[in-house]
């Protein structure tokens, strides 16, 4: 959990701080702190994506496949994905 929110912390820290703390970004006045604000963000859009290819994957009627080599692998191996994962 820690290494998945370090990032996005230490990225809403450094918005906070150069936006005055109030919380608020108005991107004509502070264009990097919302390019920090979209950096945030994104960071977390990207860990729920994840994490949620892999709790629909697990449902998958199908075995995974290695993504480089597109051969079938046992559930749980590094690269694996399944089609429902994909989806």
Known sequence: VLACSALATAVAMVQWYLCGGDGRVDPSASPLGAALSCAYLAHYACAAGD?????????????????????????????????????
């Open 51 to 87: 994490t949620w290819a892999s709790e629909l994957g697990v449902l998958s009627p199908t075995p995974p496949f290695l993504i480089t080599t597109l051969r079938p692998v046992p559930p749980g191996t590094n690269g694996g994905v399944s089609p429902l994962g994909l989806a």
